[in-house]
């Protein structure tokens, strides 16, 4: 009756301007920069968008230049089996989780699922080549993927198993203009990911 | 406590009588195009619908063409009175692979400002206006031979009879509805940089209702408020 | 409120004609080409349409193959012959069964459903029940419904909802900035799904009008009367196998945004149809139909398969292998679900299907790789060396070599992995 659903609006709006006034973006300055057992090391300063990205899981940062159209660096701690890089919007639209002794062409998978999951359209992966993060034997490897829009998007991940565990550093920009300007940097970042 | 904050805003909402601009410029005393400058008007893409009491939208066809071309013609009468030639660009019709791309690249470049400089957070990486397209507007810039481009976007809706009795009953029980606006975005960006010297963001009030010619006029300056034209 | 299974589909199944203005069910049927008033809601509908037109158009998701529209657009053209011309009909790769027709002719038919449907005859039954809908203007009786059903209600229950949909016009508000990347897709959202999923809701006894108007129209034009029954039996089947609860309570749906279900009624209603008419004995071509969408079998069942929704994707391969046909595509697939679903058993369930899809000769080159990678997690040594070498031998030019040969290296060094 109308009293219910006045006190749930007045319940969802009062949560709704308490979450906004928690949640921020911050700077992660350059330099190091951790996600739990992880660290990368930002060679200039990127805003941290994580806090408002929707539904994200507590293992994911979102770094930013420019927003999240523009530019999206994601960030894992390590992702034990069973976790994902994304979380489901619904029960019946489950998203890849990570298991244990997946091959390798099951990780690219999982990122290539992952990124469509993200709402990405035919999404593509080339140029898959060996990566070294610490000791560990990892994966480097290109993407190519359409917004719903239509804007053609490039990107670059990483992924590496470091004790059972799975971590993840991705890229994604539009192909014009946006990819390319943050490249090099991007390559320092990945080339820097320490573990434990 | 958020029965009085949602009141105090609904009636903050329903005493707007005046349109509200926010211009943002990339530099604080911009190099206005030259007199003679070329500027390519890209139609503005513009939605209207009706708003009605059960919170569907209506689409209006007969809204959304009248905005179109009133806006349309205020924008290309505004370039024309700063001596400036300007040429028409119905994005529907553009078939060129890269132009698609610069024209869907704009509209992500449009909402990250208006995410990011009107809405409630800002990102420490943008501590000055500096947006971009990249040169490969260029590519426009030869094929559409322009200097400059002025994008349009507007998206809005108008509230029914029934819907705005409705807003009043909600207020006094200190709950708010969500109100119909009309805002529109307008950017000028520099085709040989693809930099966006010029953004602005207008939010319609009741004397600007850009299906009619007249509101469209005082829209329309409002949306050029500031123009580096 | 219509349960949106998938969102950004474009384009309306609502219809009305400039001389209709509160047309009952079963009155004259739509007369060819014609157009609103821009003023009526229905203009601004056909308006919001072509506007859905031309974003389907140039959508990253509609597939392009001149081939494979052409020959929808054939069998449209064959089941409503007056309204040529009228309609233009768009093929999404989008791995759901759906099909839709809009206010100004534009349709849409989704990869998933030309995957499930099993011959022409069937594909011509569901397209003659959405050109039924079209025809009988359903769609203005179900927005006028619509509208009138929430009036009634809580107005401030649905504007909440609205909200939550992005529907409504709010760029400032909280919500919006707290998800920019959503606040930016609300810009479009006079064309998203959310908005127009209410105007897809059609009554009960238009959908069953719908399937006798397909019948109709199919058998009219020389298919096989019984190819309706058997299409909704088979898609019920599929649902009915879904891995999701959700979806089996939600049952099989002609249409996703449809609110009604197909229901055992329907499938008994076309079945009487059946029985009455003679057979003018076209039996369904399932080969025929299978050339046609055999160049897109891989990408839509690729497509399927991201779903994550096994059972039904299970069911559907079994129902694609019935023929004999493509068994080495299909067996691959089969076994792509069960590696990818990893439930207990599912490993050797694999196992054993990438190791049959590899016995026809249009196994896909992945088959011996995956078989490798498999092995191995078994621990079955011997058996990874066989199937890499033989990777190697079948794809000298592939991309992972070089993953392929360390993996191969490791194992002859006598290291795991």
């Given at each position: 009756m109308i009293r219910t659903n006045v006190v749930r609006l007045l319940a969802a709006s009062a949560l709704l301007m308490s979450l906004s006034a928690c949640v921020s973006v911050t700077s992660a300055p350059a330099g190091p920069y951790k996600i739990g057992t992880a660290t990368v090391t930002l060679g200039h300063e990127w805003s941290d968008i994580s806090a408002i990205?929707?539904?994200?899981?507590?293992k994911v940062r979102l770094l930013s230049m420019d927003g999240p159209l523009l530019n999206r660096l994601y960030v894992t701690d390590g992702l034990a089996p069973?976790?994902?890089m994304v979380k489901p919007a619904a029960k019946e639209r489950p998203t890849p989780t990570y298991r244990a002794g997946m091959a390798p062409t099951e990780l690219v998978e999982f990122v290539t699922d992952s990124v469509a999951a993200?709402?990405?359209?035919r999404v593509e992966t080339d140029n898959l080549r060996p990566a070294k993060v610490g000791s560990a034997d990892g994966l480097r490897f290109d993407l190519k993927a359409k917004t719903k829009e239509g804007l053609d998007i490039s990107g670059a991940a990483q992924v590496a198993e470091v004790k059972g565990k799975l971590y993840v550093v991705l890229f994604l920009a539009p192909s014009e203009h946006y990819f390319a300007a943050e490249l090099p940097e991007v390559e320092t970042v990945l080339g820097s990911v320490k573990v434990g | 406590m958020s029965v009085f904050r949602s009141v105090a805003v609904t009636a903050c909402l329903f005493l707007a009588a005046c349109t509200t601009t926010n211009t943002r410029l990339a530099d604080k005393s911009p190099t206005k195009p030259a007199a003679g400058a070329k500027i390519l008007i890209v139609q503005p893409d513009i939605e209207l619908g009706l708003l009605t009491v059960t919170g569907i939208q209506e689409a209006r066809a007969d809204w959304s063409t009248q905005a179109r071309g009133n806006i349309k013609r205020e924008l290309e009468e505004a370039a024309t009175a700063k001596s400036h030639v300007f040429r028409s660009l119905?994005?529907?019709?553009?078939?060129d692979p890269r132009a698609l791309q610069l024209l869907r690249l704009h509209e992500a470049v449009g909402n990250s400002i208006r995410g990011?400089?009107?809405?409630?957070y800002s990102l420490p990486?943008?501590?000055?206006?500096d947006w971009t397209l990249g040169n490969g507007t260029q590519t426009l810039a030869q094929a559409y031979d322009a200097d400059y481009a002025l994008f349009t976007y507007g998206r809005g809706a108008y509230s029914s009879g029934g819907r705005k009795a409705a807003m009043v009953g909600a207020a006094l029980l200190g709950v708010s509805m969500p109100m119909a606006q009309q805002y529109a975005f307008t950017s000028l960006v520099?085709?040989?940089?693809?930099?966006?010297v010029w953004f602005n963001v207008a939010v319609a009030g009741?004397?600007?209702?850009?299906?009619s010619p007249e509101g469209a006029e005082t829209f329309a300056k409002a949306l050029l408020k500031d123009a580096p034209l | 409120m219509p349960r949106v299974l998938r969102p950004r589909a474009k384009g309306l199944a609502l219809l009305a004609a400039?001389?209709?203005?509160?047309a009952p069910a079963g009155a004259q049927p739509r007369a060819p080409h014609l157009r609103p008033t821009d003023t009526s809601d229905e203009g601004g509908i056909w308006a919001l349409s072509e506007k859905a037109e031309l974003a389907a158009r140039q959508s990253?998701?509609?597939?392009?193959d001149p081939a494979l529209n052409a020959y929808v657009t054939g069998v449209v053209a064959k089941l409503a012959p007056e309204y040529q011309g009228d309609i233009r009909v768009y093929v999404m790769d989008?791995?759901?069964?759906n099909a839709q027709m809009a206010l100004n002719g534009y349709g849409e038919v989704w990869s998933g459903l030309l995957l499930r449907v099993q011959s022409e005859d069937e594909l011509a039954f569901v397209l003659g029940h959405e050109v039924g809908h079209f025809a009988e203007n359903h769609s203005i009786e179900a927005y006028r419904t619509l509208k009138a059903r929430l009036g009634a209600t809580m107005a401030v229950q649905f504007a909440v909802a609205a909200v939550a949909m992005g529907a409504?016009?709010?760029?400032?508000?909280a919500q919006g900035a707290n998800d920019i990347m959503r606040a930016a897709g609300a810009l479009n959202d006079?064309?998203?799904?959310?908005?127009?999923?209410?105007?897809?809701?059609?009554?009960r006894e238009n959908e069953v009008e719908a399937d006798s108007l397909g019948f109709k129209r199919a058998v009219a034009a020389?298919?096989?009367?019984a190819a309706g029954a058997t299409l909704w039996r088979s898609l019920i089947a599929e649902t009915g196998s879904s891995s999701f609860k959700r979806v089996r309570d939600q049952e099989a749906r002609?249409?996703?945004?449809?609110?009604?279900p197909v229901s055992s009624e329907r499938v008994k209603a076309l079945d009487d149809l059946a029985a009455r008419t003679p057979t003018?004995?076209?039996?369904?071509?399932r080969k025929a139909y299978r050339a046609v969408i055999r160049p897109h079998l891989a990408a839509w069942l690729k497509d399927d398969l991201r779903r994550r929704d096994y059972g039904q994707s299970l069911a559907l391969i079994d129902r694609l292998a019935a023929e004999g046909e493509d068994q080495g595509l299909l067996t691959f697939y089969r076994a792509e679900a069960y590696r990818q679903r990893r439930g207990e058993g599912d490993l050797e369930l694999a196992r054993k299907a990438y190791a049959q899809a590899g016995t026809?000769?249009?196994?896909?080159?992945s088959t011996w790789r995956t078989l490798g990678d498999l092995a191995l997690q078994a621990g079955d040594r011997p058996g990874a060396k066989t199937a890499y070498e033989t990777y190697l031998a079948r794809a000298?030019?592939?991309?992972?070599r070089w993953l392929v040969e360390a993996s191969l290296k490791k194992l002859s060094e006598g290291s795991a992995t």
């Open positions: 990205m929707f539904a994200r899981p507590a069973g976790e994902f993200l709402d990405y359209q | 119905d994005p529907t019709s553009v078939e990011f400089n009107y809405g409630l990486t943008k501590k000055s206006f520099d085709l040989k940089t693809g930099k966006v009741t004397d600007s209702d850009m299906r | 400039a001389v209709l203005a509160v990253v998701e509609r597939n392009r989008r791995p759901f069964f409504a016009v709010n760029a400032g508000s006079l064309l998203y799904l959310g908005q127009l999923a209410a105007y897809f809701g059609y009554s020389g298919y096989d009367p002609a249409n996703i945004f449809s609110t009604h003018k004995a076209s039996t369904a071509d026809y000769p249009d196994a896909p080159v000298p030019q592939a991309q992972d």
